[in-house]
């Protein structure tokens, strides 16, 4: 009986411990705020743009509204004198860490984007003779993970305490589906997968905090840039789909 | 005065470290660049395109930096101060000091021939001296390159190099 209660308060303190340590990263990746931008390097396309299309419906709410953070495993090597503990962490992306609704940066990317490559004009109210365009993202997800581990050494009168953590690349993950009509009839009704998978950069850096700006950072890069490529592939799609009309 | 030495040999440990800081610019050859593997590289370059090699002075001034001969290359820059190169040779070797205020008052003086050098070395000076006086403006910078991309549409070098420097000051603010 005495040894029950002690191991369900050992258990109940390291379920709390663990709580604690994902509600600690969390909170401290989430005082980030980063850029959700990428640089529009297409060739302006010389082309006829009489056609008029107008964004008629979207719908960008599958992106997660916070930044949310979920311990995946972690490991502790509890010797005599050398101590290892080792914590993975899966974090996914919200939009309180962008500094702009994720929404208005997509309609802005494909407003310039249109406006280099696409062989059309986007309007805001279609003409009888206009296309009408309908975006719905059914998957709006950058995950990645983050390592910490610290490392504790007890010499006799003495200790020494070594912590890392690491980030590890974000990945991407974007499913939309996108519909342009002209009139009734469908001119295009096409799903895109974009997996855009994104190292981070290299940092010497020991500042804990610069280091979890560039994590939070480099997802945000991670969204942008599977953003610009699936915005891209969509306007290629519309070229298409107005000259075979 | 024991203490004062041990001081004093702290203080020029100290600053030889500093000057062996990693330069945080590498100028390069329009053939070197045109072989780098992008998807990997982080580092900020800063092309020598065209006839940018034809110049003595520039050519001169690529080796000596890619020497790392920075006492040479001044010596030699004081003699050629009447060269029409000699200010963005100036600049390139000031960016190497990290003297960035200096390196943006020869990038000024640098005459139209080079415009390409100049633009580019403008918004990079203007991103250092800003992100030194805590003035960092993400979205200026980033519509900066933009402007530049889109004045150079067919350099596909430059859009690889201005991708790399939107990386940089997207996490060095």
Not at chain 1, 182 to 189: A, H, N, P, V, Y
Request: net charge negative.
């Amino acid at each position: 009986m005495k040894y029950g209660r002690f191991t369900l308060v050992l258990t109940l303190s390291l379920f709390l411990i663990s709580c604690s340590e994902s509600k600690m990263l969390m909170k401290s990746l989430r005082e980030n705020r980063v850029p959700v931008d990428y640089l529009h390097d297409s060739k302006i396309a010389d082309c006829d743009r009489s056609d008029g299309i107008a964004l008629t419906a979207f719908d960008g709410h599958a992106f997660d509204t916070d930044l949310s953070v979920t311990k995946i495993n972690g490991e502790v090597f509890p010797f005599l004198f050398y101590n290892y503990i080792e914590k993975n962490f899966a974090v996914k992306l919200g939009q309180m860490s962008l500094d702009r609704d994720y929404s208005d940066f997509f309609k802005e990317s494909f407003a310039i984007e249109s406006g280099r490559t696409g062989c059309y004009s986007l309007v805001d109210e279609p003409a009888e003779n206009d296309y009408t365009l309908e975006i719905v993202y059914d998957t709006c997800i950058t995950v990645s993970k983050y390592h910490q581990n610290t490392t504790i050494i007890f010499l006799i009168f003495t200790y020494s305490i070594y912590s890392q953590e690491v980030g590890f690349p974000a990945q991407t993950d974007l499913s939309v589906h996108v519909t342009l009509r002209k009139g009734d009839e469908i001119i295009l009704d096409n799903k895109y997968f974009i997996n855009k998978t994104l190292p981070p950069i290299p940092s010497d850096n020991m500042n804990i905090n610069k280091m979890r700006f560039d994590f939070v950072s480099n997802m945000a890069e991670s969204l942008s840039l599977g953003t610009k490529e699936c915005i891209e592939q969509i306007i290629d799609d519309i070229n298409s789909g107005i000259r075979k009309n | 005065m024991k203490y004062v030495k041990i001081y004093l040999v702290i203080l020029g440990l100290t600053g030889l470290f500093m000057s062996c800081a990693p330069a945080k610019y590498f100028v390069e050859t329009e053939d070197v660049l045109s072989q780098i593997d992008w998807e990997r590289n982080v580092l900020n370059y800063i092309p020598l395109m065209g006839d940018d090699l034809h110049s003595d002075v520039l050519y001169a001034t690529y080796q000596l930096l890619k020497s790392k001969k920075y006492s040479q290359l001044n010596l030699y820059l004081s003699t050629v101060q009447n060269s029409p190169d000699y200010y963005p040779a100036k600049a390139l070797y000031c960016i190497a000091k990290s003297k960035y205020t200096d390196a943006l008052e020869y990038t000024d003086k640098i005459k139209e021939n080079r415009i390409l050098l100049k633009q580019l070395l403008s918004i990079d000076l203007n991103y250092e001296l800003s992100r030194m006086a805590g003035e960092y403006n993400y979205k200026k910078f980033l519509q900066d390159y933009q402007n530049l991309t889109d004045e150079y549409p067919d350099n596909d070098i430059l859009k690889k190099i201005i991708a790399v420097r939107i990386r940089y000051v997207r996490y060095n603010n």
